[in-house]
């Protein structure tokens, strides 16, 4: 954990399994405690970066609950993507978030005592924070990508010229979508710095957990629409495979379905901030 929290390893993170999906209540991968190791037993779904990783945090319920009425117990450990009882099958992917994406396999794989991340049997109590962390991340690239986004539009817009001596640019077509973004890039970047500042200052978990979560909303919404933009600005030039431009748009897309989708941090955001009931 050391090496990983000052840089100096990576690590991946296998929450999602293929039957769950975003309800991670049911995940289905055991992490048993057995004398002086963990045992660890499941299939995890589109788990990034396992082939730079150091270490891999997985998320697994406490075998055996005896009493159906308790609460379900989950742990977190680390384990090493080397281990015995491991494997690794790479998923077809698109995109180019700069890793590649794998499904694992996990049979009795043994995790030494220290390799608890946490407390046993409180591992969502360890996600958690972790997610927030995940979602302000993702914000902050989502941002530095709508920037992006926008600069490619506005250098085409300055000097595309093809009716008149005036560059599309000067076109309130081609403008207001592009001053629209200026002003929400501006206003989600603030958000997003904000809410990170809070949470490094210790605030309130569930106001952290609340910002976060909008911080995610609104910047993956601005990266789609900035991506779009750009291409739409481009015209066919965006879809010259030189200019690099519709990779961005294809990851632009995926902010919106992960690390969590738009439609979870809403109920998120519903129940949790606006104190609304749960359809469940
Ligand atoms: C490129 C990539 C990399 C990833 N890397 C990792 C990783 O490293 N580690 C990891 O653990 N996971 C990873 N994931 C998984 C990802 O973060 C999501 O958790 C996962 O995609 C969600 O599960 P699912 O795809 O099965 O969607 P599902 O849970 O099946 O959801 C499908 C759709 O239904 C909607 N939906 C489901 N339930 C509700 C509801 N109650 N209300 C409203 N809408 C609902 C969802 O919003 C979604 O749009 C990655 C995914 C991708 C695409």
């Known amino acids: 954990l050391e090496r990983v929290a000052s840089g100096h390893a990576h690590l991946a993170t296998a929450i999602t399994e293929p039957k769950v999906g975003h309800n991670v209540f049911r995940s289905e991968t055991t992490v048993r405690r057995d004398r002086e190791r963990f045992i660890v037993n499941g299939l995890k ?58 499904q694992i396999q996990l049979d009795d794989v043994e995790a030494p005592l ?11 109590l360890t996600l958690w924070p972790f997610t927030h962390v995940e979602r302000l991340l993702s914000a902050a ?37 592009l001053a629209w973004l200026h002003a929400r890039t501006e206003a989600t970047e603030l ?59 294809l990851d632009a897309r995926l902010a919106r379905s992960g690390p969590v989708s738009q439609e979870l941090v809403l109920n998120f955001i519903a129940q949790h901030v606006l104190g609304l009931p749960s359809h469940r």
């Open 191 to 249: 958000f997003t710095y904000r809410a990170a500042a809070r949470f490094d200052a210790g605030a309130d978990r569930l106001a952290v957990a609340g910002e976060a979560n909008i911080a995610k909303l609104l910047s993956a919404d601005l990266l789609f629409d900035a991506a779009d933009h750009a291409v739409q600005t481009l015209g066919a030039l965006a879809w010259d495979e030189r200019e690099a431009l519709l990779d961005v748009f």
């Open 45 to 102: 779904g589109v788990t990034s970066g396992i082939e730079i990783a150091e270490r891999i945090l997985v998320l697994g319920r406490v075998p055996g609950d005896r009493d159906p009425g308790a609460p379900q117990q989950f742990t977190t450990v680390l384990i090493d993507p080397r281990a015995p009882g491991m494997t690794r099958e790479e998923l077809p992917m698109r995109g180019r978030e700069g890793v590649r994406q794998w």
């Open 141 to 177: 690239l989502c941002v530095g990508s709508a920037r992006y986004c926008l600069s490619r539009a506005l250098s085409r817009a300055s000097e595309r010229t093809i009716f008149g001596q005036r560059p599309i640019g000067a076109e309130q077509a081609i403008q207001h979508p």
């Open 114 to 124: 220290d390799a608890l991340v946490g407390v046993e049997g409180q591992g969502l």
